[in-house]
């Protein structure tokens, strides 16, 4: 089992930042490619960002791509999303997942990822 903590959302004016944090305990984080997803009222959850179980590699959604960076520090079981120019469509609750999977093929599904935070509201405001 592994558990996943996030934090650091909250209500950001539009072109401002804010960096979510994913704190990991139980398993070894180190084994787990890491994934953030967000889910918006009244929208599927997507995809947001992923990073491999050794910090290379990372993907990002079209969406956020050169504005988002996601980064990990397996000392520390943490799994950051840093959040720059913040548009008002980013507004979501966040979620972290960790999983061992098919990384370069099953990144962006969350299907393949086997453990949950639950969440943390970013709200950007216009």
């Known amino acids: 089992q592994v558990q996943l903590v996030e934090s650091g959302g909250g209500l950001v004016q539009a072109g401002g930042s804010l960096r979510l944090s994913c704190a990991a305990s139980?398993?070894?984080?180190?084994?787990?490619?890491m994934g953030w997803f967000r889910q918006a009222p009244g929208k599927d959850r997507e995809f947001v960002a992923a990073?491999?179980?050794?910090?290379?590699?990372?993907y990002y959604a079209d969406s956020v791509k050169g504005r988002f960076i996601i980064s990990r520090d397996n000392a520390k079981n943490t799994v950051y999303l840093q959040m720059n120019s913040l548009k008002p469509e980013d507004t979501a609750i966040y979620y972290c997942?960790?999983?061992?999977?098919?990384?370069?093929?099953?990144?962006?599904?969350?299907?393949?990822?086997?453990?949950w935070g639950q969440g943390t509201q970013v709200t950007v405001s216009s």
């Open positions: 990073i491999r179980w050794n910090g290379g590699s990372p």
């Open positions: 139980g398993r070894t984080f180190s084994y787990y490619s």
């Open positions: 997942a960790a999983g061992r999977i098919d990384y370069s093929r099953h990144y962006y599904r969350s299907n393949e990822y086997d453990y």
